[in-house]
Structures are given as structure tokens and as C-alpha cells.
């Protein structure tokens, strides 16, 4: 079993930056894909971006592309996602998952709440 812990959420104006941490432990995650998801008010949950700790190849959703970075630190079994001109559609609740390579999204962060005001 995957535990994920979301940190760094938070409010922000239009423009600013903010960094998410996702500490996870329970496994050895040589063999895993790192995501993050989102989910605003009234929407479904959508993806924003994975990275996979064997290769560290890095995939981003259109939207967030060129503004958000995700990063991992093995060692700290710690995925990251650097918030960069950010805008108040990028608000909702951010959430960290993890999957094994040829796996579903099955392990789940609690989430963190992120607040764009204009």
C-alpha cells in the first residue's frame, strides 16, 4: 500500500507561484508513475501532470503546459509541482497519485486546496 501526503497549498493572486509537495512511503517506487490531478468546484477530476521515477519522462495536461513543472527527489520519495502564472482557473483541490508503469491511478493523496484570486 502507497501513502501520499500533499503539502503547500494555499492562496495566491493571479500571477503568483506556489510549490506542492507529495511525500510518499510504503513501497519502493523504482517501478512507479507520480501524478497530479486536480478537481475544481462542479468538475470533474482531471490530470496535470506524471512523471515516472525510473526514467523521470514528465507528461503535462494542455493547459498547465509551460507554466507548471513536476520534479522528483528519489531520495526523499518526494514528487514536486512548481505553480508558475498562475490563474484562477487553476483553482481547485490538487491531488497526488501514484501508479505502477502499466498500472491504474490506484493510490490516492488526501488532498490540498489551491486558491487563485484575480
Known amino acids: 500500500q502507497v501513502q501520499l501526503v500533499e503539502s503547500g497549498g494555499g492562496l495566491v493572486q493571479a500571477g503568483g507561484s506556489l510549490r506542492l509537495s507529495c511525500a510518499a512511503s510504503?513501497?519502493?517506487?523504482?517501478?512507479?508513475?507520480m501524478g497530479w490531478f486536480r478537481q475544481a468546484p462542479g468538475k470533474e477530476r482531471e490530470f496535470v501532470a506524471s512523471i515516472s521515477w525510473s526514467g523521470g519522462s514528465t507528461y503535462y495536461a494542455d493547459s498547465v503546459k509551460g507554466r507548471f513543472t513536476i520534479s522528483g527527489n528519489n531520495a526523499k520519495n518526494t514528487v514536486y509541482l512548481q505553480m508558475n502564472s498562475l490563474k484562477p482557473e487553476d483553482t481547485a483541490v490538487y491531488y497526488c497519485a501514484a501508479r505502477r508503469l502499466m498500472g491504474s491511478w490506484g493510490s490516492w493523496g488526501q488532498g490540498t486546496q489551491v486558491t487563485v484570486s484575480s
Open positions: 510504503g513501497r519502493t517506487f523504482s517501478s512507479y508513475v
